[in-house]
């Protein structure tokens, strides 16, 4: 994520740690813990949607396609007047603006803003990452190639030992997949010009 978060946790329960927590001595930490700690799966969810909702699309076509698709072909001509685009820039005034058109065309543009950023979230949990994990217990670290679903962390590569070797490994895992991707798109169009003759 672009702040890099460090999220302190004991697979339970987690805090994000900001610049001045990252420094504090081991049990000062699992005081804040026990203290600010949040559900590990919720906390992951929350960092993520709010790291990637400046990624959302907001633009004003894609929303007066929402509300055609949803019935709601009469606030078209309302929603024109605001220029939605600056949403992720200017969040509050774009929420007044549509808030003095009209409550039910706010409560469109915020049903469309959160399928927007479902489907952002989807993306980024579809890729895999490079992790760093620190045990407190064992004072040690390393990183690892994973993924996450419904703010849950599946490791799918052994303990790395550098990010370096991390990015290696999933750059040569993503090359690979890219060219049997590639392969396989190439044996499926053989296949279909021997089928036509």
Request: charged share 30%; no cysteine; net charge negative.
């Amino acid at each position: 994520m672009k702040e890099n978060s460090s999220i302190l946790h004991n697979r339970q329960k987690g805090v994000v740690l900001d610049k001045q927590s990252v420094t504090l001595s081991h049990s000062k930490k699992e005081e804040l813990l026990r203290e600010q700690g949040k559900p590990l799966e919720a906390l992951r969810k929350e960092i993520m949607k709010k790291e990637l909702s400046p990624n959302v699309e907001t633009r004003s076509y894609l929303f007066e396609r929402f509300l055609q698709q949803n019935g709601q072909p009469e606030l078209v001509e309302e929603a024109r007047t605001v220029k939605i685009e600056e949403y992720a820039t200017k969040p509050n005034q774009v929420m007044s603006e549509l808030s003095f058109i009209g409550a039910s065309l706010a409560e469109g543009f915020l049903d469309f803003y959160g399928i927007q950023l479902s489907h952002v979230v989807e993306k980024y949990e579809k890729r895999l990452h490079i992790i760093e994990l620190e045990s407190l217990d064992q004072n040690e670290s390393g990183f690892y190639i994973g993924k996450f679903t419904e703010g849950s962390l599946a490791v799918v590569s052994p303990r790395l030992d550098s990010e370096e070797q991390a990015q290696e490994k999933l750059s040569a895992f993503l090359t690979m997949k890219q060219k049997r991707q590639k392969d396989y798109t190439q044996l499926e169009l053989e296949q279909h010009s021997t089928d036509k003759d």
